[in-house]
């Protein structure tokens, strides 16, 4: 699929950081209908390892990825389980082989991805926050985090 543009991506970043609380509520409504499957994956991601304001950080840049991605290919396909699993699988065998590597090693697999993926600007947006909220994010659920950002990224671009 065609890249996201940085200019789609920043549109989606203040649109949803300029919502009040009312309309914060009626899009995470409209994402769990259109997208029920992906909501809950956001739900339930990292849920017993994410504190609270990682889950919310998780939460709201899937909502920025969401929201960029239907931006810019109008509305996506909701995503089915049989898709997402395969993209889960190789992505979850990518974070495994790594699970036990120093953060060089990650850091090194990131760079690589971000290189050669179809939706780079969009995923180093989602690193650069990553890394800016380092007072947040817990070093030990970066990866983790990328890596479900990732499948988020990947499953809606094969909805598109």
């Known amino acids: ?61 899937g909502m920025v990825v969401w929201h960029a991605m239907s931006a810019h290919y109008g509305p996506l396909r909701a995503v089915e389980e049989a898709d997402f699993s395969e993209v889960e699988t190789s992505n979850l065998a990518l974070l495994e082989s790594l699970e036990d590597q120093p953060d060089e090693a990650f850091a090194k697999v990131a760079a690589g991805i971000l290189l050669n993926h179809n939706q780079s600007q969009l995923l180093q947006y989602l690193v650069e926050v990553l890394q800016d909220e380092q007072d947040i994010l817990e070093s030990e659920n ?16 094969l909805q598109s």
């Open 1 to 61: 699929m065609t890249p996201i543009p940085e200019s789609i991506i920043e549109s989606a970043v203040a649109w949803i950081t300029n919502l009040d609380e009312d309309q914060i509520e009626e899009l995470i409504e409209q994402y769990s209908d259109q997208q029920p499957f992906m909501f809950g994956f956001l739900l339930t991601m990292g849920e017993e390892d994410f504190s609270e304001d990682e889950q919310e950080l998780f939460l709201y840049l």
């Open 142 to 157: 970066f990866g983790p985090m990328f890596i479900f950002l990732k499948i988020l990224v990947e499953c809606f671009d």
